[in-house]
């Protein structure tokens, strides 16, 4: 296997938590380039914050009923 080949899996594989802090959307985005999200689905804001989350990470989301959201991110096997 190349050293490109390698570099652009990496690349591929690259994924983020993004949330918008305009209207709290919030998605997993996969990108294949390293370029950042680039707007809000929603609401059109271009302020959008992202935690990256390697390939034996994943994040669980609770929303309760009250409205408040909480976000567990830990690492798999
Ligand atoms: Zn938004």
Known sequence: ?????REYEQKVRKA????????????TYFAT???K????PVCRS?????IPI?????YH???TGNGNVELRFRRGA
Do not use: G, T
């Open 16 to 27: 983020s938590f993004v949330l918008c802090p305009s209207c709290y959307w919030c998605a």
């Open 46 to 50: 271009v302020v959008i914050d992202s």
């Open 54 to 58: 390697s390939e034996s990470e994943f």
């Open 33 to 35: 380039v390293d370029d």
């Open 1 to 5: 296997m190349s050293q490109q080949f």
């Open 61 to 63: 989301v609770n929303i």
């Open 37 to 40: 999200f680039p707007e809000c």
